[in-house]
């Protein structure tokens, strides 16, 4: 995909418009992996090319108007605590289907493993132009060192494409603007060349752009991080702009494994679910059942204040 690409820009300068068309065409069609040519519109559009199954649950119906939507990363996707249905229960555990019960609503979720508060952002924006927009929008989204960007020569991959791929992700962290190699060879790795503040800002920008577009079209939206550092960015930001109103503090600033797993609370309910996903996904790296109980409580309670369904 990344050669097309390169081949299509060097044919920039062609004076013959049709051949120019047909190079495009060419950028267009890729493998995908049924070996059917299908458009790469990901580089293109909102489309971000994932099959309605990789979603969860698999059965979802993307083609409809709904009332609730939700979305963020993995933690959202529901990883490790609904990979083995018939031991650990279905997807019903996952934080915005407890509040999607709860309300009686039903609910579209559109987390995805590995996305940034941008790739979250052009998913939703791809859902809203095809279906309409939702009444209540909710997100859980991760850390800021996430960065949606183009599969390029320049700089290293953290994570192997396939053929049909173009869009990868980087996984940075903020103390990779301290420890990282002064002199650096092509292909470069992401860590050394790509400062924190990059992914930070693209991020923020994203859910200010989500923010305005959400107020613009009389969409309820509320979202926090299930990141520590984050919640702290967030929550000083909302105390110094108006522009992070929509920001929600959690009662529990950090939703790691390691921090919840001397909360003791929920009690009465903890023997209805395995202890393997109790604290912690199967992964013991997710966050487990419990969190996702707290994450859906605190949202709840936005929404009761807020009341945005009637």
């Known amino acids: 995909m990344f050669n097309l690409l390169n081949n299509f820009v060097n044919n920039f300068n ?52 709904y009332e609730f939507v ?37 609910a579209l ?70 420890n990282f190699q002064k002199i650096s060879k092509s292909p470069h790795d992401p860590e050394d060349v790509i400062p924190w503040t990059l992914p930070l800002y693209n991020n923020l920008q994203s859910i200010l752009f989500l923010q305005q577009y959400c107020k613009t079209n009389n969409i309820y939206f509320k979202y926090f991080s299930w990141d520590y550092t984050f919640n702290i960015i967030l929550k000083l930001l909302k105390n110094n702009f108006i522009e992070y109103s929509n920001y929600c503090e959690p009662e529990h600033l950090s939703f790691s494994p390691k921090h919840f797993k001397n909360i003791e609370c929920h009690l009465d309910i903890k023997n209805n679910y395995s202890k393997e996903i ?14 996702h109980i707290h994450i859906a409580e605190t949202f709840i309670k936005e929404l009761k204040n807020d009341n945005p369904w009637n």
């Open 14 to 65: 062609i004076d013959n418009f049709d051949t120019l068309d047909n190079e495009f065409k060419k950028l267009l069609t890729v493998k995908q992996e049924n070996n059917l040519p299908v458009p790469a519109k990901s580089f293109f559009t909102f489309d971000q090319q994932r099959r309605s199954t990789a979603y969860r649950p698999t059965d979802q119906d993307f083609n409809k108007n």
């Open 278 to 291: 109790w604290n912690h996904g199967i992964d013991k790296e997710h966050i487990g059942i419990h969190q």
């Open 70 to 106: 939700f979305s963020g990363c993995s933690q959202t996707h529901g990883d490790h605590i609904t990979k083995n249905l018939v031991k650990y229960g279905d997807h019903n555990n996952i934080w915005g289907f407890q509040i999607a019960k709860t309300y009686n609503k039903e």
């Open 109 to 178: 979720n559109l987390g995805m493993g590995g996305r940034s508060a941008q790739s979250i952002l052009k998913g939703l924006m791809h859902h809203f132009q095809q279906n309409g927009n939702p009444r209540v929008l909710l997100v859980l989204y991760p850390d800021f060192g996430r960065l949606e960007a183009v599969d390029s020569d320049k700089i290293k991959m953290q994570k192997q494409l396939n053929d049909f791929e173009i869009i990868q992700h980087w996984y940075l962290k903020y103390s990779d603007d301290y």
